[in-house]
């Protein structure tokens, strides 16, 4: 059954979980006052901080930016609010959240290449302190609902041994929202929910969306507000499978195209969630202390409903589509409120921003790329920021038209590569899909609509935008001003000598859920980890000698085959 029952809501209850009012449609107005006329003093304690992300939301699926969704909530905390209208994410689910817990970029992590894939020996590297991690030193109570997807291989890489007092949510990419299944391959399925560092076979069943919210507002009704609360929901929402209750669908019954249709009732669904989350905010005596944030994790999948108009390209590539971000922060204590920031902001910022929120303190040594931008947010003062390596992936296939002389000597533009540096934005390499693509709200697209917005040509591995005057990425002007790209083209020179090696281990079988009960979950050892380890090291003495001069057939195909699918599997990501 695909919404929940008259007979699980009342268990709920009984358990102290806040209930899914469906009625009442201004829960976020009927709290104890309203955010206005909340007076900006400084708070008695640490603030509460409550962190919001959603999945695959795109630029122009929030009703503030003019779209056809309905998200009454989201559209009255931001506007009540600051709104970051310069606020730049990453273009796929794991960079975004490494960089938010760890205040580094992707090539300070070794996470530069793609996402974590569930049969992967790979995670957040064990060496960085977390965020959570560092709020728990500041004397926070910390919890995740939701989704990590920064791998499981190993139990000290789950959320509860990474700062996070409690976790409810998935492990890998993407589930059912009912069923919580997931598929990484033909026949290599497993169920994947977990609370703690248990499987929650008996939440099977509830959308994930609701049963998120539903904790969401039990951990906030269990704890005393007099002690500080760092509360991070990262909803599944609104990622594939496009699955929602039935009454959503209704609303936008309408709407001829049906992959829209089931995306649109999916965000207005999370937008009650995060009503629902806020009112229990007011009720337990949260309210006043708090900061609410929230943000997507990268752009909207065009083709799954998605929209990121008017601007350029989809999730996965570096146009402003993958990687301009919706944001906003709302909180009584902000200085000033109501307003719309333009503020460079990047996600990488949070971190240190919420440290010293909380009290806690960072230094050089930390080596973060994130800066404090709570002055920037809550004063209207200059953001600290001038530029964002948006990332350099040195795996990702190699543009046809790069070359080394092509960067005059100074990088390889078929690298795949895009920075941001003040009002200019440099790309290198192949960026992604590039197309201009408007909300898909027909049942058919006509072609003649289609071509005028389609990039004919590819034959380049350079392009440079003034983002401030042209935020859609229409005139390239790389050829006009030869001398930024210099410019840029040595900023990224000088990234790439601070990067590590990428970490982008091959699939192990070990992983496979049928080992682990039917369940994704931790599957290696620290002595199989070593083992690997040494196996690598020994292939690559092996290599090296030459000893491997012949190829067997089966060899090669297995490597063509391999090769296929890191392609097949980049283009659907």
């Not at 909803?235 to 019954?253: C, D, G, I, K, W």
């Not at 992983?511 to 599957?523: L, T």
Request: include cysteine.
């Amino acid at each position: 059954m695909h919404a929940l029952s008259g007979f699980s809501l009342v268990s709920l209850l009984s358990l102290g979980y806040l209930s899914w009012d469906w009625a009442k449609p201004g829960l976020v107005a009927d709290g104890p006052a309203e955010a206005g006329d909340q007076p900006s003093v400084a708070p008695p304690q640490p603030p509460h901080i409550i962190f919001i992300l959603t999945d695959d939301q795109g630029y122009h699926d929030v009703g503030y930016h003019g779209s056809d969704i309905e998200t009454p909530t989201l559209d009255r905390l931001a506007a009540e609010g600051v709104k970051l209208e310069n606020y730049y994410i990453q273009p796929i689910c794991t960079p975004s959240r490494s960089q938010l817990l760890t205040g580094r970029y992707q090539i300070h992590t070794g996470l530069q290449h793609s996402i974590i894939r569930p049969r992967q020996p790979n995670c957040l590297p064990l060496d960085q302190v977390t965020l959570p991690q560092k709020l728990q030193e500041a004397g926070y109570s910390t919890h995740m609902v939701g989704k990590w997807h920064l791998g499981f291989y190993r139990k000290e890489c789950l959320p509860t041994r990474r700062g996070f007092d409690t976790f409810l949510g998935s492990l890998t990419g993407n589930v059912d929202y009912y069923t919580y299944d997931n598929c990484d391959g033909p026949g290599v399925c497993g169920f994947d929910l977990h609370e703690g560092e248990s499987v929650a076979w008996g939440l099977s069943g509830q959308y994930s969306t609701m049963l998120y919210a539903q904790r969401a507002s039990h951990i906030l009704a269990s704890h005393n507000p007099q002690n500080p609360l760092f509360l991070y929901v990262a909803f599944q929402a609104v990622h594939t499978p496009l699955q929602s209750p039935r009454e959503y669908l209704y609303r936008y019954r309408t709407m001829g195209n049906v992959a829209r249709r089931k995306y649109a009732a999916m965000v207005t669904c999370m937008d009650e969630a995060v009503r629902n989350i806020t009112w229990a905010l007011k009720r337990y005596g949260f309210y006043n202390n708090s900061v609410i944030i929230f943000s997507s994790d990268n752009g909207g999948q065009t083709f799954s409903g998605g929209s990121n108009w008017p601007l350029r390209g989809r999730k996965g590539t570096y146009w402003e589509g993958g990687v301009r971000g919706l944001g906003f922060v709302h909180s009584p204590l902000l200085k000033k409120k109501r307003r719309t920031s333009r503020a460079l902001v990047h996600i990488t910022d949070w971190y240190p921003t919420l440290v010293g929120l909380a009290g806690g303190t960072t230094s050089a040594a930390d080596g973060l790329d994130g800066y404090d931008v709570w002055p920037t947010i809550s004063e209207g003062r200059a953001s600290p920021r001038t530029e964002i390596l948006h990332n350099i992936d040195p795996l990702y296939n190699h543009a046809r038209h790069g070359s080394l002389e092509g960067g005059f000597g100074i990088w390889n533009t078929a690298v795949q590569a895009a920075i941001r540096v003040g009002e200019w934005k440099l790309l290198t390499g192949d960026p992604g899909y590039g197309d201009w693509i408007p909300p898909q709200t027909l049942a058919s697209f006509p072609g003649s609509w289609w071509n005028l917005e389609r990039m004919a040509s590819i034959r380049q591995a350079v392009w440079l935008f003034n983002i401030s005057a042209d935020p859609y990425e229409r005139e390239d002007l790389a050829g006009q001003r030869p001398d930024v790209v210099r410019t840029l083209l040595a900023r990224l020179a000088d990234y790439n000598r601070t990067a590590i090696p990428v970490r982008y281990p091959a699939a192990n079988p070990r992983a496979h859920p049928d080992f682990n009960g039917g369940a994704w979950g931790p599957w290696a050892s620290d002595e199989e980890e070593e083992e690997e380890e040494e196996e690598e090291e020994g292939r690559a003495r092996s290599f090296s000698r030459g000893r491997h001069k012949k190829k067997c057939k089966i060899c090669k195909l297995r490597s063509f085959f391999r090769k296929l699918n890191t392609r097949l599997m980049s283009h659907r990501i």
